[in-house]
């Protein structure tokens, strides 16, 4: 399950995972609790992954899983191989909700603004169809939704009662429509 910082990634999929009677795997604790990062990203203040360590330590997981493994994480793309992939979620939120999450959760404007640019450009479901191909990605609007419904939807796909689409949302046409696109286009 992937997405930009603030769609919902983390409580989706900890539902999911408990619907499904499977294991949820985030990037970030195992970059957090197991020390699989290779650095600190001084202009960021954060930790920088290693890959390669992650990569090595989900393939473990999966093998050593007996049911689904729910794995949850920006960059999931990096580190989960094709193989092992049932479904890539990729979750979406419209920009302007977007925006104002991250700033509650307190981000700094150009992590806010880095974020928001990268939701409008499609970059987290770019990165998935090159990953994972078509078939195995799923986008899903989660703008307005609660983690509840949003997982009902997941797990239709799961369940083949819904097919994986992609190619719902168009965030530049819906800000532009709206007359609120320059003012995202004058923070990048």
Same mark, same amino acid.
């Given at each position: 399950?992937?997405?930009?910082?603030?769609?919902?990634?983390?409580?989706?999929?900890?539902?999911?995972?408990?619907?499904?009677?499977?294991?949820?795997?985030?990037?970030?604790?195992?970059?957090?609790?197991?020390?699989?990062?290779?650095?600190?990203?001084?202009?960021?203040?954060?930790?920088?992954?290693?890959?390669?360590?992650?990569?090595?330590?989900?393939?473990?997981?999966?093998?050593?899983?007996?049911? +689904?493994?729910?794995? *949850?994480?920006?960059?999931?793309?990096?580190? /989960?191989?094709?193989?092992?992939?049932?479904?890539?979620? /990729?979750?979406?939120?419209?920009?302007?909700? +977007?925006?104002?999450?991250?700033?509650?959760?307190?981000?700094?404007?150009?992590?806010?603004?880095?974020?928001?640019?990268? *939701?409008?450009?499609?970059?987290?479901?770019?990165?998935?169809?090159?990953?994972?191909?078509?078939?195995?990605?799923?986008?899903?609007?989660?703008?307005?939704?609660?983690? *509840?419904?949003?997982?009902? *939807?997941?797990?239709?796909?799961?369940?083949?009662?819904?097919?994986?689409?992609?190619?719902?949302?168009?965030?530049?046409?819906?800000?532009?429509?709206?007359?609120?696109?320059?003012?995202?286009?004058?923070?990048?």
């Amino acid at each position: 399950m992937v997405g930009s910082p603030g769609v919902g990634k983390s409580s989706i999929s900890i539902i999911l995972a408990n619907r499904l009677k499977g294991r949820r795997v985030s990037i970030g604790d195992l970059v957090e609790h197991e020390g699989l990062d290779c650095g600190l990203d001084t202009k960021r203040g954060t930790k920088i992954a290693d890959t390669e360590r992650i990569e090595k330590r989900i393939r473990g997981i999966v093998a050593n899983s007996e049911g +689904l493994v729910i794995v *949850e994480g920006h960059f999931a793309m990096d580190v /989960v191989r094709v193989e092992d992939v049932l479904y890539a979620f /990729v979750l979406r939120r419209n920009p302007i909700e +977007l925006r104002g999450i991250l700033e509650k959760r307190g981000f700094p404007q150009k992590k806010i603004t880095e974020n928001v640019a990268a *939701e409008i450009l499609d970059v987290c479901l770019y990165d998935a169809v090159q990953a994972y191909g078509e078939g195995k990605t799923c986008e899903v609007d989660v703008s307005g939704r609660n983690a *509840e419904e949003v997982t009902e *939807e997941l797990i239709d796909v799961v369940r083949g009662r819904r097919k994986a689409r992609i190619g719902i949302v168009d965030w530049l046409t819906q800000l532009e429509i709206a007359g609120r696109l320059d003012e995202f286009l004058d923070t990048l």
